[in-house]
């Protein structure tokens, strides 16, 4: 059965940084694209990065510059490296896999950017 467990989420100030990690079971990770999704309360849930199979990264252009895609298919994990983090990047944070014939997502991180 996949499962998706994200962790590393937590509290932090204005220009700190996390790193979020989603480690996965049950599938053939390293087929897999993988991304990181986050909805803020009252907002709707948005993709923030992805990597593919191959490697190949894209991210919302809000977080360009800022946060950086990995992933390490001998540990079957992703991460999301957050660097000057701000207000606005308040929200729960989603892993996510998808390949053609289905996808699956992890239960979600709380990240919170507060003085």
């Known amino acids: 059965q996949a499962q998706l467990v994200e962790s590393g989420g937590g509290l932090v100030q204005p220009g700190g940084s996390l790193r979020l990690s989603c480690a996965a079971s049950?599938?053939?990770?390293?087929?897999?694209?993988m991304g990181w999704y986050r909805q803020a309360p009252g907002k709707q849930r948005e993709l923030v990065a992805s990597?593919?199979?191959?490697?190949?990264?894209d991210y919302v252009d809000s977080v360009k510059g800022r946060f950086t895609v990995s992933r390490d298919n001998a540990k079957n994990t992703v991460y999301l490296q957050m660097n000057s983090l701000k207000p606005e990047d308040t929200a729960v944070y989603y892993c996510?896999?998808?390949?053609?014939?289905?996808?699956?997502w992890g239960q979600g991180t709380q990240v919170t950017v507060s003085s």
């Open positions: 990597i593919t199979s191959g490697g190949g990264t």
């Open positions: 996510h896999a998808r390949l053609v014939n289905g996808d699956y």
């Open positions: 049950g599938i053939v990770f390293r087929l897999y694209t």
